[in-house]
């Protein structure tokens, strides 16, 4: 008995510091705030659609890309300052194959739609192609007639594979000239192609337009490549400048097109955020109100552990963190109303326990054992739910409805388990009185012969 009433203690305690982290970690600069989506805290919603079709083949290949292009555009929106951006990559329906994705960035508190494209800018695709054998026999009119796919050869160096790039100067001519450094994967992969293309024309695409088509005279090694040949006067060079700013800001390894856009007022979040908050502390309020009134000491007991229950959620939304919208708080005031189903499962049990004659604290004990698989397949099942939810849908709100509703029903397995049973057995139960029988079965506990053992 007093190793359940330390246990209760500890839990109790442990409570107490973790409701005093989310409520001590909620200041503006501090990074364990809570999340909080476009539907709460304004901003814009822009989604892209990438050109999958002709820069990668493999399902691998489309798969780095696609990663490739979220760190790339992440890393331009970081650079304007905004706070917590969200880029995403999603399949596109129920049945979306490789080539069946969009990308999304969500910009909070920047509702001015031009300045959120402008923050993507025109970010610069660039590939390396060969110029096909067929080709090379080419008449001029006939090359013009062509489409670069019916031409060239994808060699699979791009952008992504670009380490750096800075601005030179043609020693002879004084030409301005933009010089590529690769990473290693792309030094490797530029050595080969040079190796086994000598005397073959390769040509530099940069947003598919074509700015060189030098002949390969040797394996290059150093993964080191220069555009030049249209960067001239003073104009040439400013142009030169903006492009190696933009590649190093990023190259894109696949073109991108915007599709959609959305802008959400911060009032409107606001509104939200104060309707959920009133919306939620109602819902507690008389969920224990119900389990006090019905079940009395268990009840009471019940609320407390629901209280651990919202603490020790509201601290898993920090810490993964989860970024909150309006329906996904929908989703935890739903959570917390569903969290009471273990409780009230248990709670029965006890009293049918209670009117066998079993004394109270074997009523508890049993009545856990019983509960447990009811309490085990409900849960369960409420999860799948989740998971499925959340893999195959391509909206971020219901994503967000799912990812939380899970969390909720996870915990709630966990605390009605582990919680409630730890404050109910450290009760003492041995020659319980009629006084704590009336707390525990109340009008229910009618068996006569309901004594304790001496």
């Not at 939380?404 to 409630?420: D, R």
Request: aromatic share 8%; net charge neutral.
């Amino acid at each position: 008995m007093i190793k359940r009433r330390f246990w209760a203690i500890i839990l109790i305690l442990a409570s107490l510091l973790v409701a005093y982290f989310v409520y001590s970690t909620q200041s503006e600069n501090s990074s364990f705030k809570f999340r909080l989506g476009l539907d709460l805290n304004g901003g814009t919603e822009l989604v892209y659609k990438p050109d999958l079709k002709n820069s990668s083949t493999t399902p691998s290949e489309i798969q780095s890309s696609m990663s490739v292009l979220r760190d790339v555009i992440e890393k331009r929106v970081n650079m304007f300052g905004v706070s917590e951006p969200i880029v995403r990559v999603e399949r596109i329906g129920f049945t979306g194959g490789q080539n069946e994705q969009q990308l999304v960035v969500e910009l909070p508190g920047v509702s001015d739609i031009d300045k959120a494209v402008a923050m993507i800018g025109a970010t610069p695709t660039l590939d390396f192609k060969l110029l096909s054998k067929d080709a090379e026999k080419l008449t001029q009119e006939e090359f013009a007639t062509k489409k670069i796919d019916e031409i060239f050869e994808y060699t699979g160096l791009t952008g992504r594979l670009l380490k750096k790039s800075q601005l030179e100067f043609n020693q002879t001519t004084g030409e301005a000239m933009v010089a590529l450094q690769f990473n290693k994967e792309g030094e490797d992969l530029f050595a080969k192609i040079t190796k086994e293309n000598v005397n073959r024309k390769l040509a530099i695409f940069l947003d598919g337009d074509l700015k060189s088509m030098p002949v390969i005279k040797e394996e290059i090694k150093g993964g080191q490549a220069v555009i030049s040949g249209s960067f001239n006067g003073s104009a040439g060079i400013k142009e030169a400048k903006k492009l190696v700013d933009n590649l190093n800001l990023g190259a894109l390894p696949v073109p991108i097109e915007l599709i959609s856009t959305q802008t959400i007022g911060a009032s409107l979040g606001q509104d939200a955020i104060d309707a959920s908050v009133k919306a939620g502390i109602i819902a507690f309020i008389v969920i224990a109100l119900f389990l006090i009134l019905w079940y009395r000491l268990p009840g009471f007991l019940a609320v407390i552990a629901l209280a651990i229950y919202s603490v020790i959620n509201l601290a898993l939304f920090k810490f993964i963190p989860v970024t909150l919208t309006a329906a996904g708080i929908a989703a935890f005031i739903l959570s917390v109303g569903m969290a009471v189903d273990a409780n009230i499962l248990i709670f029965e049990r006890m009293k049918e326990e209670l009117k066998r004659g079993r004394e109270l604290g074997d009523a508890v004990q049993e009545g856990f054992h019983r509960a447990w698989t009811s309490i085990r397949d409900s849960n369960i099942s409420s999860m799948i739910t989740a998971i499925i939810l959340f893999m195959f849908s391509s909206t971020s709100v219901v994503k967000g409805f799912a990812l939380v509703f899970f969390i909720g029903v996870a915990v709630s397995m966990f605390t009605a388990i582990t919680a409630s049973r730890t404050l109910l057995l450290a009760i003492k139960h041995d020659h319980a009185g009629r006084l704590l029988k009336f707390l525990f079965g109340g009008k229910f506990n009618s068996n006569p012969n309901l004594t304790p053992k001496s």
